[in-house]
Structure formats: structure tokens, C-alpha cells
């Protein structure tokens, strides 16, 4: 996929793309509050432009590759624009952390969190007796 | 991971969450001492239901982002630093709990990696 990074568009026009494009994942963009080498963050507002939220943001395209690794997808993103982001996986509804496995790649977390969101198959031999049925007094 | 840390979380609360993200490795809080070498002694181990509040004289409340390529000392540091808390990584080492502090210049990725190869 393509992510175009312009300066006029907005963290929630990103974070859209690349849920469009991996529907099982999110991207959050965070923002450095110290000069601590990106550990002291806090999440951008998803109206902000991103001119707003990069000191080195060039207009462009930016190629995340569904063969890349979260580790790289997040490095792509901190090391070219400063924009420090985290991606999380949906699993059962709930969005898992990556962290310890960030050498899977975008493609394979996607896929991870579909198929460990679907329902649980049960086999029901024939059809449900309801007469087995009762909701208790 | 994002570590939310603030006075009203407890030192449960941050190792919990640490733990789930990092399987095999786990982080243990002490109270502050005079000096370094005192730090991590067993002496000033905080138990797991202390509020942070309660053993740091900074009361700065933030997000810690942890990656896994972090250095195990680099993760230390920043505890320190940023949030005034004296901290020590341990590894799941054949079924004991063991300090890093010897492997500090691995990453967090290499040091659960050494502690799942022993388990598996």
C-alpha cells in the first residue's frame, strides 16, 4: 500500500488508509514531549494536520509494504518524518500490543487478528432440541 | 508497548502490563536510595500493591513507549529519568527469576528470546 503523506492531510486520513488497507490493525501517531529519544509520548489529535505533528515532513509517498515488519513499518515512519507510531492488532474486538511480535509482518499480524477474531465453529449434531432447552425458574 | 505511568497506578499495575507484552521478562521497583549501588538492593524492593506515588518524589505522569529493539538499560534509564523510579529488568532463567543486570546492552526482544529458547 501507499501512504501519501502530505502536509495538508490529517492523522485521521492516515490512520484510514491503513485501515482500509489492513483492516485487522491500527496506527496510532504519537507525539515526543521531552527530548528523551522518543520514550515520553503522547497520542496526536486525529484532526491535526500533519504538518502540525512532523518537523521533517517532506510531501510524498510513503510505500509500507504488507511484507514489512511492524518493526519496520513503525521505524519507516519514525526515522523518515519523526512521527513516532505504534501499531496495535484486533483480536475479539479487543487491540493487542505488537511489541514482542514486531519481526511478523503487516500481513501476517492482519491475517492473525482475522482469523482469531472469528467465531468459535461448534458442531451441532442435528437439529437443537429445544425440549433440552430451559432458562431456569 | 505504552506504559501509562502515574501516582494512583500500582506497582502491580505497570508490572502486569509489562508482562503481557513481554512474556519471560519482568520488572521489579525499588524504593530510592543514597546511592547506586544500593538501588536494586533487595532491601529496598517495593511490594506489588505500592502506589507509585508512594515511591518517587517526582510526580510526572506520562506514556512510556517500550520497543523491543530498546536496550535493556535504555528502558532503565528512561524510568529513571523521566518518571523517577528505580527499576530492574529480570529474565525467566530455568525457572528462577534473574536480574540483567550483566546483559543490560541487550535488547528487550534478545532477552526474551534467550529466556524462550531455555523454556521451549
Known amino acids: 500500500m501507499i501512504i501519501l503523506l502530505q502536509s495538508n492531510r490529517t492523522v485521521e486520513q492516515m490512520k484510514e488508509d491503513f485501515s482500509n488497507a489492513f483492516p485487522y490493525l491500527k496506527i496510532s501517531f504519537f507525539t515526543k514531549k521531552q527530548e528523551s529519544e522518543g520514550a515520553l509520548t503522547e497520542e496526536v489529535d486525529p484532526s491535526a494536520q500533519l504538518i502540525e505533528v512532523s518537523s521533517v515532513l517532506k510531501d510524498g509517498d510513503t510505500v509500507v509494504n504488507s511484507t514489512d515488519t511492524i518493526k519496520e513499518a513503525e521505524q519507516k515512519f519514525e526515522k523518515q518524518y519523526g512521527l513516532p507510531v505504534h501499531i496495535f492488532r484486533k483480536q475479539n474486538g479487543v487491540w493487542m500490543d505488537t511489541t514482542i511480535t514486531d519481526d511478523l509482518t503487516l500481513q501476517e499480524q492482519n491475517t492473525w487478528g482475522r482469523e482469531a477474531s472469528k467465531p468459535l465453529k461448534t458442531k451441532i449434531d442435528g437439529h437443537f432440541n429445544w425440549n433440552n432447552f430451559s432458562l431456569g425458574k | 508497548m505504552l506504559l501509562h505511568i502515574s501516582d494512583s497506578k500500582t506497582v502491580e499495575d505497570l508490572q502486569d502490563h509489562f508482562n503481557k507484552c513481554f512474556p519471560y521478562l519482568k520488572i521489579e521497583f525499588y524504593k530510592e536510595a543514597d546511592n547506586h549501588l544500593k ?82
Not at chain 2, 67 to 91: A, H, M, N, P
Open chain 2, 39 to 120: 538501588a536494586c538492593d533487595k532491601s529496598n524492593l517495593v511490594s506489588h500493591y505500592t502506589f507509585i506515588g508512594e515511591i518517587r518524589k517526582n510526580a510526572y505522569s506520562g506514556t512510556l513507549d517500550i520497543k523491543s529493539w530498546d536496550k535493556t538499560s535504555k528502558v532503565k534509564k528512561d524510568f529513571k529519568d523521566i518518571f523517577g523510579l528505580t527499576i530492574q529488568v529480570f529474565r525467566l532463567h530455568k525457572g528462577e527469576w534473574i536480574p540483567t543486570t550483566y546483559s543490560d546492552d541487550l535488547t528487550l526482544k534478545q532477552q526474551y528470546e534467550l529466556s524462550k529458547e531455555l523454556v521451549q
